[in-house]
């Protein structure tokens, strides 16, 4: 039977009683679906989907693509990034690590993805956890004075402004980088498409623009938003287990990966991403 589990006060549901790779009625997956908007991320435990019902199940929330290093790509399914550290004949089959530091995915492209799904194949003893935060509850927390301030603002998001602070090891970005990667903008506070809630959206660590502001006024602003928004009262770590599927709406949550001993343990994790809004036929 379904049963709908808050994770914590603030952020989360873990879904139980469910096997992704059986039936699930229409009923029971529009509780499911209704869940994840509410509350930002969803948690099944004890899964053991091959990669083909990796996708499959990904697609009942919404479309897939591929935005992000296709080199990491699953072999027959390219819409699976497999995020791992190791490797077949000498060379990596997945991206080792990425994203330790706070954000949303994509959020340098003009339309970021709607939501990412996880799921654990090999985890290692101690660390590779992934922290959330809920937006909603961080930008409801808000004093109103700061609501009002920042209710008509944009941030502008840099990509090549932020590599060295989410990948300090890898080398600055190429000439053509920098011509690809060009800046885009986005409002400070997104009104869920879905939902019309407000979610606060500012970026990780990364001393993000304000549009229209200097960097002596705006970098203050945007430092006190990101720290206001990852507070441990609107956050959750998430601990992998094998077989455990996250799914984050990454238009109302950030997170951020931890480091592990990649030298000694094994990690093995498969992602699909969604980029829009499931289709009306598929909502039926």
């Known amino acids: 039977m379904l049963e709908l589990i808050p994770i914590t006060d603030s952020i989360g549901t873990e879904v139980r009683g469910i096997d992704v790779t059986a039936d699930i009625s229409d009923s029971d997956f529009e509780r499911i679906y209704q869940a994840w908007l509410d509350s930002t991320i969803l948690l099944l435990r004890g899964q053991n989907m091959t990669p083909a019902q990796h996708v499959e199940f990904t697609r009942r929330f919404g479309e897939i693509y591929t935005y992000t290093r296709s080199n990491f790509s699953h072999k027959e399914l390219p819409e699976i990034l497999i995020l791992s550290n190791q490797k077949e004949k000498g ?6 690590y ?11 492209l003009t339309e970021p993805p709607v939501g990412s799904m996880l799921y654990a194949r090999e985890v290692p003893p101690v660390g590779g956890d992934t922290w959330y935060g809920n937006m909603y509850a961080a930008y409801d927390a808000l004093p109103e004075g700061v609501k009002e301030r920042i209710a008509d603002l944009k941030v502008i998001i840099s990509r090549v402004q932020s590599r060295p602070y989410n990948y300090p090891d890898r080398p600055a970005p190429t000439p053509e980088e920098r011509a690809e990667w060009v800046d885009v903008s986005h409002p400070v506070v997104h009104v869920h498409e879905e939902t019309g809630r407000k979610a606060l959206m500012v970026g990780g660590n990364v001393p993000w623009r304000i549009e229209g502001m200097s960097e002596e006024e705006g970098l203050p602003l945007i430092t006190f938003l990101q720290e ?49 809004r499931r289709s009306a036929a598929a909502a039926v």
């Open 98 to 108: 990425s994203g330790r530091v706070w954000h949303s995915d994509g959020h340098f």
């Open 228 to 276: 206001f928004a990852v507070q441990p009262q609107f956050t959750y770590c998430h601990k992998w287990q094998p077989g455990d599927i996250v799914l984050w709406d990454n238009r109302c949550a950030m997170h951020r990966a931890t480091y592990y001993d990649h030298f000694t343990h094994s990690r093995v994790m498969h992602r699909t991403t969604i980029a829009g």
């Open 91 to 96: 060379k990596p089959v997945g991206s080792a």
